[in-house]
Each structure stands twice: as structure tokens, then as C-alpha cells.
């Protein structure tokens, strides 16, 4: 049978509900699968509210045989990223398909024309729109379920996309940790010594409100934590918005967790109750009665998703990563939580090492791809 590969009009409303539907269907009879939420994904292709689409651009395509959507892409140029890093780099993101070598590279021929148009000369992905969109796609551990918001996908979509002539560009670790570990006595020692000596301290939320008063600056220090890391992106004060809302809905305030020197944030580590469970039984959708399943979860969940952690450049070599180790473990071991999933870490970074020696376990990967156009 034919096979059709066309941008769909984003205006059209069957066509993004075909666009939201297609995962829904892929991924029908595969247990560890977590559904996105709907209203999340119809904002992405929403040009007119969501704010991306302020300074950037981004294109849908659909491949179809026999009237039958099989594929499907998301294409993006983010003119923020390619001034900060003076690049010319496109993004892929939204990647779903049947195990359709030519739907593939239908796909992928589509949204490389698009890109050429366009002056880009590179394609990287998987990578959305914001900061905290989960990276890559999963080439390791398909038997586990993802951290909420990160990626999940067929083992075979690594051969698709490779087939269609990308190479591996990274690779992004998600660790398993018990909910019983140890941490030697010896990091305590030095966190307690460093935030006596330094004059270090923990800031925690008690409630929504007082967190929600605070994102502002959460969101500032994150940026200026991670601004020469390779998947930055420049946080316009509309998607500011965005991070802050995602956060209030998946957060828990006693898990975010701040180091403070004074007034001013040193470091930050960002732990969510996993709400997999939640998702799946809303299947997506908040309401009318999604909602319910998924603040259940809260409640419930054994699974704690360790997403963040950073140090301020002036404060780093001054034991806060001592500190954030020392907090980390006590919330993993105050006793709730069972199972803790340290989130994509980064190959190359010294944290994997040091969360290697601490007993957790590499039980994930998701792949970053590139091609040169």
C-alpha cells in the first residue's frame, strides 16, 4: 500500500486528536506505557497559546498508508537555543511509529526538507520545546516504567531512527536506588561540617502557596545552574509560567529542596512522587474524574523520581554536593518511599559516578540521535 507523508494543520481539530491519539493506540497493550496528559500535549500544537511559538517555529507530520495514520513527528526550531549556542540546529521530538522502516524514513525525510527550507544543518533529538521535557529516546530498560514525563517508546524505534541515517549523538542514565540505601558516614560528616563551616542551610516548602511564591526564582536558579550544559534552552518568562505550573500539579513541596547561602539559592534538588499509576487509570485526561486518580497517587506511590539536581557555579567545590547527597538519602530513607529513580543523568557527568558508588544501579538509558543535513 502507498505510503502518504504530510504536514497535518494544527488548526484542525480531528487532526490533532488523530496526532493525540496515536500513541493511545501504539501502546494499547504494553503495561509499563504511561500515557501523556492530553491537555499537555494539545497546548504543544496550540500556536496561538502555547509560548514557545512567540520566538520559534515547529511543524507536525503525519505518515498515513490506506488512510490508516501509521507515524508520526514533531519538527522544531528553536531560535533561542540556536542564538544562545549560535548553532543552526533543528530538534525531533513527538516520534511515534508503527515498525514501519519506510513510514520512518518518510518521517524523517520530511522534517529534514523542512529544516533545510530553513537554513538548519543539523537535527537533534528526541528534545521538546522547554526545559524539563523529558530527552531522548529509550534504548535500555523497556521493561521498567518511565519517570513521570520521560520519554517511553518500542524497543525498535532506536533501529527506525538509525535506519533513517541518525548516529548517537549522547546518552542520558536513569539509575535505580532501594528505598533502604546506605550512604557512608563520612559524606553526613562532611555535609554537617560544610553547612556549620559555610553557613550552608536547607530551605523546605511546607505548603503549595509558599512553593508557588517561590518558583520565580526556582526556575531563574535552574538556568543559571545548567546554562552551559548542552540541552539549555533560554526560559522566556511565558514558559517561566509553564515549568511553574507543571511543577505545582507534579510537585510535592516537601520534596523540593534548596540549599541556601543567606538569601541566596546555592544549590537544588528536585524529588516528585512517581504518579505513573495515577496516569495510566486517568488515562491522560484530568477530567472529569482524572484528577481524582492522579492526587490518589500522591498519597500511595512507593516510587519516589529524583529529576534534578544542580550547583550554583559559585558555590560548587564547597561541599554542597555533600549536602545534596546527605538530603537526598534522608528523604529517600525516611521510610514512604520504597524505590527512588535518580532521573537522566548524563553520561559523562561526575554524579553518575558518584551515585554508581552509592549503591544505585543504571537500569535505563535514552539516546540522543544527530544528523547532519
Not at 505510503?3 to 481539530?13: C, F
Not at 542564538?83 to 521530538?93: L, P, R
Not at 555535609?191 to 512553593?211: C, H, Q, S, V, Y
Request: proline share 5%; with cysteine; net charge positive.
Amino acid at each position: 500500500m502507498p505510503l502518504t507523508v504530510q504536514e497535518i494543520d494544527t488548526t484542525d481539530r480531528r487532526a490533532v486528536d488523530a496526532f493525540i491519539a496515536l500513541p493511545f493506540r501504539l501502546y494499547r497493550d504494553c503495561p509499563p506505557w504511561v500515557p501523556p496528559l492530553v491537555g499537555d500535549t494539545r497546548l504543544m500544537l496550540n500556536r496561538r497559546k502555547y509560548p514557545y511559538y512567540a520566538h520559534s517555529d515547529a511543524a507536525f507530520f503525519s505518515a498515513t498508508r490506506d488512510g490508516r495514520v501509521v507515524g508520526q513527528i514533531a519538527v522544531l526550531e528553536n531560535r533561542n537555543y540556536n542564538a544562545h549556542w549560535k548553532s543552526q540546529t533543528a530538534n525531533f521530538y513527538f516520534f511515534d511509529c508503527e515498525d514501519d522502516a519506510e513510514a520512518a524514513r518518510g518521517l524523517f525525510a520530511a522534517i529534514e526538507d523542512w529544516a533545510r527550507r530553513r537554513g538548519l544543518t543539523k537535527i537533534v533529538g528526541s528534545k521538546g520545546f522547554l526545559q524539563g521535557d523529558g530527552l531522548g529516546v529509550l534504548v535500555e530498560g523497556f521493561e521498567h516504567h518511565p519517570a513521570i514525563g520521560i520519554p517511553y517508546n518500542h524497543a525498535y524505534y532506536g533501529a527506525l531512527i538509525e535506519g533513517a541515517g541518525y548516529t548517537r549523538q549522547r546518552d542520558f542514565m536513569s539509575l535505580y536506588l532501594a528505598g533502604n540505601p546506605t550512604l557512608p558516614p563520612r559524606v553526613f560528616e562532611i555535609a554537617d561540617r560544610m553547612m556549620a563551616r559555610r553557613g550552608f542551610t536547607i530551605k523546605t516548602f511546607e505548603t503549595k502557596a509558599e512553593l508557588k511564591a517561590w518558583i520565580p526564582r526556582i526556575v531563574q536558579t535552574y538556568n543559571e545552574a545548567f546554562e552551559r550544559n548542552w540541552e539549555f534552552n533560554p526560559v522566556t518568562e511565558a514558559e517561566a509560567r509553564v515549568i511553574g505550573e507543571r511543577l505545582m500539579m507534579a510537585g510535592e513541596p516537601q520534596l523540593i529542596k534548596l540549599v541556601m547561602k543567606g538569601d541566596a539559592i546555592a544549590g537544588f534538588l528536585f524529588g516528585f512522587p512517581d504518579l505513573s499509576d495515577g496516569i495510566r487509570k486517568a488515562k491522560g485526561r484530568l477530567f472529569p474524574f482524572g484528577l481524582i486518580w492522579i492526587l490518589r497517587e500522591f498519597k500511595r506511590t512507593r516510587w519516589l523520581n529524583l529529576m534534578g539536581a544542580g550547583i550554583l557555579a559559585p558555590y560548587r567545590g564547597l561541599g554542597v554536593n555533600a549536602i545534596l547527597y546527605a538530603e537526598m538519602f534522608r528523604t529517600i530513607a525516611s521510610g514512604r518511599f520504597e524505590h527512588a529513580d535518580i532521573v537522566q543523568i548524563e553520561e559523562s557527568v561526575l554524579t553518575l559516578d558518584d551515585a554508581l558508588r552509592m549503591g544505585a544501579r543504571i537500569y535505563k538509558k535514552h539516546r540522543i540521535y544527530e544528523k547532519a543535513l
